[in-house]
T-cell receptor, first 117, second 114 residues
Framework: AQTVTQSQPEMSVQEAETVTLSCTYDTSESDYYLFWYKQPPSRQMILVIRQEAYKQQNATENRFSVNFQKAAKSFSLKISDSQLGDAAMYFCAYRSPSNNAGNMLTFGGGTRLMVKP | GAGVSQSPRYKVAKRGQDVALRCDPISGHVSLFWYQQALGQGPEFLTYFQNEAQLDKSGLPSDRFFAERPEGSVSTLKIQRTQQEDSAVYLC????????????FGPGTRLTVT
C-alpha cells in the first residue's frame, strides 16, 4: 500500500514571498500520478497541480511549481509571490495508474499555510 | 456548469441513528468516490463507483457503512447505527472517466454524532 507523508503541519509565509511545502511518499510502483490539492476554509478541495511520474520535467501552473524527485520519492510544492488567497490546507496525494484496480487518491495529512500581509 | 453537490451540508445525529448522505456528481462523470475526512487530517478513501458498479469498497470501515449508485448518477452513503467515531466530513468526488486525471470534489457533509 502507498503512503503519503507531509511533515509540516503548519507553514507561514509573508505576502509576495515564496514558500515550499514538502511531501514524501512510499510506493513500489514505477508509474503513478502525484497531485497537490488546496482546501480553503469551509470550501471545496480544488486541484492545484499534477505530475505524472514518467515525466522528468517538473510541472508548473502559473505561480505554482513542483520539485519532483522520483528516486527520493519526494514531491514538494513551491508557491511564488504568495497571495492572501493562498491561505488554505494543502494536501499531497498519490494515485496509481488507471489500469490498476485502485483508482482512489491516497492523501497526506495536510499542511496549513498561513499568509501574512 | 454545476459542480459536485452534496446534501445535507451539516448533519447532527444521535448515537445509534441511521443517516443518509447524498452526492450529485457532475453530469456525465463516470467515476464517483467517497472519502472520510476526520478533523485535522487528510481525506481517506471509502469506496469507488464506475457508473453503477461499486468496484472498490475496501475503505469502508465497517459493515455499518453502505453506499449505492443505482442509476450511475446520484450516490448515497448510508451509515447505520452511527457511533461517535463516525463524526467527520464526508467528501464526494467525481471524475469524467477512468483515465481522467482530475477528481472534482463536493463541499462535503459534516456529520456530528452526539
Amino acid at each position: 500500500a502507498q503512503t503519503v507523508t507531509q511533515s509540516q503541519p503548519e507553514m507561514s509565509v509573508q505576502e509576495a514571498e515564496t514558500v515550499t511545502l514538502s511531501c514524501t511518499y512510499d510506493t513500489s510502483e514505477s508509474d503513478y500520478y502525484l497531485f497537490w490539492y488546496k482546501q480553503p476554509p469551509s470550501r471545496q478541495m480544488i486541484l492545484v497541480i499534477r505530475q505524472e511520474a514518467y515525466k522528468q520535467q517538473n510541472a508548473t501552473e502559473n505561480r505554482f511549481s513542483v520539485n519532483f524527485q522520483k528516486a527520493a520519492k519526494s514531491f514538494s510544492l513551491k508557491i511564488s509571490d504568495s497571495q492572501l488567497g493562498d491561505a488554505a490546507m494543502y494536501f499531497c496525494a498519490y494515485r496509481s495508474p488507471s489500469n490498476n484496480a485502485g483508482n482512489m487518491l491516497t492523501f497526506g495529512g495536510g499542511t496549513r499555510l498561513m499568509v501574512k500581509p | 456548469g454545476a459542480g459536485v453537490s452534496q446534501s445535507p451540508r451539516y448533519k447532527v445525529a444521535k448515537r445509534g441513528q441511521d443517516v443518509a448522505l447524498r452526492c450529485d456528481p457532475i453530469s456525465g462523470h463516470v467515476s464517483l468516490f467517497w472519502y472520510q475526512q476526520a478533523l485535522g487530517q487528510g481525506p481517506e478513501f471509502l469506496t469507488y463507483f464506475q457508473n453503477e458498479a461499486q468496484l472498490d469498497k475496501s475503505g469502508l470501515p465497517s459493515d455499518r457503512f453502505f453506499a449505492e449508485r443505482p442509476e450511475g448518477s446520484v450516490s448515497t452513503l448510508k451509515i447505520q447505527r452511527t457511533q461517535q467515531e463516525d463524526s467527520a466530513v464526508y467528501l464526494c468526488a467525481s471524475r469524467r472517466g477512468r483515465s481522467s486525471y482530475e477528481q472534482y470534489f463536493g463541499p462535503g457533509t459534516r456529520l456530528t454524532v452526539t
